[in-house]
């Protein structure tokens, strides 16, 4: 299972390179935060309509039936029992109601949508992956050059062949 890869994979990374990641994670609030969640509505607090530009967005105070209270715009205005796929992008308990965005709801495994099984699919998501640890390098004031993105991404593809 590729969860499994990864966690190996993350044993592997040295001291350094782990502390690089968690502070990218810290900068980005909390692993929690990024996840997408799916509930459905069990109570509305409130609506307040905003039209602009032609277009009305309704924005909602809406208590979840997983315990979030979420702050989240729509085009269309919300009922009890729907169910909604969000990500939060506010600070949880800075406020009563979270800030959330609506995101596409998965559809399974996001690697099994990614065909982890062909060559050219491996590939991209070491390519994928090496870009996103370049990024975790740049954050911290280094430099990563192309050359180096590319030679990660040769060592991410190798381990994913080898422990597949």
């Not at 800030?99 to 099984?117: C, I, R, V």
Request: aromatic content about 10%.
């Amino acid at each position: 299972m590729i969860s499994d890869q990864l966690f190996k994979a993350w044993n592997e990374l040295s001291q350094e390179e782990k502390e690089i990641v968690i502070a990218h994670l810290d900068k980005q609030k909390t692993v929690k935060q990024m996840e997408i969640k799916t509930a459905k509505i069990k109570e509305i607090k409130h609506i307040s309509p905003w039209t602009g530009n032609g277009a009305t967005i309704y924005y909602h105070h809406l208590v979840m039936d997983n315990g979030d209270q979420i702050d989240i715009g729509k085009k269309t205005e919300c009922k009890v029992g729907w169910e909604l796929t969000y990500k939060l992008i506010g600070d949880p308990g800075q406020q009563e109601f979270t800030k959330a965005k609506s995101e596409k709801k998965p559809d399974g495994n996001f690697f099994q949508q990614k065909n982890m099984n062909s060559k050219g699919g491996q590939a991209s998501f070491a390519l994928a992956y090496a870009k996103d640890y370049a990024g975790f390098y740049i954050n911290q004031g280094r430099d990563y050059t192309p050359e180096q993105v590319i030679e990660t991404a040769g060592k991410f593809n190798q381990w994913l062949k080898s422990n597949s």
